[in-house]
């Protein structure tokens, strides 16, 4: 069974730092491509940022590149978002999901793509 668990979200000020974990289950990280959103309240669900584990190709929404950092762990079966310099309009529940297709980044942060998510992390950034 396919699982991803999401951790290390919460509240900091504005200009600190939070890095956030993607554990999967059930699948090796290099067989599928994983992907970070985020819902703000109000608002739909967008595409952080994404990572295929087998080349360490990475793809970053505009508003979070040179910020936000992806990286995994194989050995731990677990992805990361280093989140630097975090802005209120960070604010946001953010979730992990994996894209069972393959490693490929060739659909990038379309939502479509991802067909497995985890349960989401809070992240808070006061100003």
């Known amino acids: 069974e396919v699982q991803l668990v999401e951790s290390g979200g919460g509240l900091v000020q504005a200009g600190e730092s939070l890095r956030l974990s993607c554990t999967a289950s059930?699948?090796?990280?290099?067989?599928?491509?994983i992907g970070w959103f985020r819902q703000a309240p109000g608002k739909e669900r967008e595409g952080v940022s994404c990572?295929?584990?087998?080349?360490?190709?990475?793809v970053y929404e505009d508003s979070v590149r040179g910020r936000f950092t992806l990286s995994s762990d194989g050995a731990k079966n677990t992805v990361y978002l280093q989140m630097n310099s975090l802005k209120p309009e960070d604010t946001a529940v953010y979730y992990c999901?994996?894209?069972?297709?393959?490693?490929?980044?060739?659909?990038?942060?379309?939502?479509?793509?991802?067909?497995?998510w985890g349960q989401g992390t809070q992240v808070t950034v006061s100003s």
């Open positions: 990572i295929s584990s087998s080349d360490g190709s990475t």
């Open positions: 059930g699948f090796a990280l290099d067989d599928y491509a």
């Open positions: 999901a994996a894209n069972s297709a393959g490693p490929s980044l060739a659909y990038g942060l379309w939502r479509g793509s991802y067909d497995y």
